[in-house]
């Protein structure tokens, strides 16, 4: 409280008014509850330090640019690159394979999309797992999603600079990605809602390329066109039957399947960043799961109906040969080759430029509690973590390194670390939102179906995918460098971290959240 006296200055002046916002919450299993009352004056004294010196993020995203975001973000060169190496491994039954990570990407989506709605926190879901878990759980996630993040960035652009050699055979894979990487990095550095805004057209273009291609896929297997007969499903019991390799291949091919649903994420890292965080989430998310799961299990089905498995193993990393380029060509599109070409780079910038605000972002929140060095949680005066954007451009150039060595097989490496690091990161999801569902106070805008019992499904099936260590020696290759990396942070935590953690900070997160909340309820 404020006395009369207190709240006028020296000279008897009128009281200064001050705005006032009370936030509430309830700890996870604490009786107490948190009351923050944050004041400010309406007209900031001149004083006042700049707020993106302490790291304030923008919030500018819009409703339809988050439900873009989250539904390009995840639809990337998994598609259109790693599934050759699926179907190599699984034959037309990838089509269960696919099926299978729908459905685990689905509880991941709607248990971040649920938590995010009631908490859109800066730092996302690692911010969460910091509260509901622990301290050390929310540090230990964040930094292996960051890792996951340089993964898929490093993936997008080197898959991408592949198809850029369709136009320039005689350009160099390091410079394809350097370039492109520079390209990305320029994107994110202008302003959250620029980066917003070219997202969302990089998306739209994608998914529509992605209906189009189910669209007239469906017409030539079912109906075909005057002068092609119809293609049928004879081609997915052919060559070997249905499951060539026995459930085995469908077994090991989750390991390259999932690698297509990196991304699903997003959802929740940037609820902080969005205009109307509660509102934005509850539609990207419903959609978003939906959504992917049809495109991915339809696209990979007509694949394996429009071409011989044998075939369409054989055709990764190369556009001439994709089942991409023989849709477009039956319907009489010249340059359908190039064409499609321009729809993978596309796909691929887009993903790698989600993945470069995604680390960014983490970054400056392992930042903000003190869990990173604090420079990290410096913006510019457009909200822009801009020393994040700098250090994850760092990864990018570590793989223009690999690439100019001419490593063979760089693709699926990084594919197999990102995936093992991934199903750390969702398993680590849904334990947070195990903990979460506890001590819910029904203010979340939807809830996921089933609950915790559909948790504990997705957990079950993400270990399934991680038992996938055991037979595949990409998988085996990716423990060797995870496993390091999870004792070295460990031990950073348990040497230097664990002194400067910054729960303050952490509450301040929520506060924030609340606020957002708030100010569109």
């Known amino acids: 409280k404020r006395s009369n006296e207190s709240e006028r200055g020296s000279g008897g002046s009128t009281p200064a008014a001050f705005s006032c916002h009370l936030v509430v919450f309830r700890a996870p299993c604490q009786k107490i509850e948190y009351i923050y009352v944050m004041t400010s004056p309406s007209s900031p004294p001149s004083t006042a330090s700049d707020p993106h010196e302490h790291g304030h993020l923008s919030r500018s995203l819009t409703h339809r640019q988050m439900a873009m975001i989250a539904m390009g973000s995840a639809l990337g060169t998994g598609l259109f690159l790693g599934s050759g190496d699926a179907i190599a491994v699984a034959g037309p039954a990838v089509i269960i394979s696919f099926a299978i990570g729908s459905a685990i990407a689905m509880t991941i989506a709607l248990a971040m999309g649920e938590m995010a709605s009631r908490h859109p926190v800066q730092g996302g879901f690692g911010t969460l797992a910091a509260r509901y878990l622990s301290p050390f759980w929310g540090y230990l996630v964040r930094w292996l999603y960051w890792i996951v993040t340089v993964g898929v960035t490093a993936a997008e652009l080197y898959a991408c600079s592949l198809y850029l050699q369709f136009w320039a055979p005689d350009l160099p894979q390091w410079a394809g990605v350097a370039i492109l990487g520079a390209i990305v990095v320029a994107i994110n550095v202008v302003s959250v809602k620029s980066f917003g805004t070219i997202e969302f057209w990089l998306s739209s273009i994608k998914v529509i390329a992605v209906v189009v291609f189910i669209l007239v896929g469906l017409c030539l297997v079912f109906f075909g066109l005057p002068g092609t007969p119809a293609a049928g499903v004879s081609n997915w019991t052919n060559d070997g039957g249905f499951m060539p390799f026995g459930f085995k291949g469908v077994w090991v091919s989750m390991a390259l399947v999932m690698f297509s649903f990196g ?175 506890r001590t819910r106070d029904g203010r979340e805008l939807f809830r996921m179906p089933g609950g915790v019992v559909t948790a504990i499904a997705g957990i079950a099936g993400l270990l399934f995918v991680f038992s996938t260590v055991i037979a595949v020696e990409r998988m085996q290759l990716a423990a060797m460098v995870g496993i390091p990396f999870v004792l070295l942070v460990t031990l950073a935590y348990v040497l230097v971290f664990r002194h400067r953690i910054s729960v303050d900070a952490i509450d301040a997160s929520f506060a924030e959240a609340e606020k957002a909340r708030a100010d569109f309820s």
């Open 263 to 437: 991304g699903i994420e997003m959802l929740s890292i940037s609820a902080a960043e969005a205009k109307d965080p509660a509102r934005s989430i509850r539609t990207a998310a419903q959609s978003t799961v939906v959504r992917l799961s049809f495109f991915y299990v339809a696209a990979i089905g007509i694949i394996v109906a429009l071409v011989p498995w044998k075939e369409a193993s054989g055709a990764a990393g190369d556009v001439r040969l994709s089942p991409f380029v023989m849709v477009f060509h039956e319907l009489g599109i010249p340059a359908a080759a190039g064409l499609t070409n321009l729809i993978v780079v596309i796909t691929a910038l887009s993903a790698a430029n989600a993945n470069v605000y995604a680390g960014s972002r983490f970054l400056h929140s392992l930042a903000a509690d003190s869990l990173a060095p604090r420079v990290l949680e410096r913006t510019t005066t457009r909200g822009i973590p801009l020393p994040g954007i700098i250090v994850h451009a760092c990864g990018i150039l570590v793989v223009v390194v690999l690439a100019m060595t001419g490593i063979g097989g760089l693709f699926p490496l990084i594919m197999s670390t990102v995936i093992f690091s991934a199903v750390i990161v969702w398993v680590l999801i849904l334990v947070t939102y195990i903990v979460y569902h």
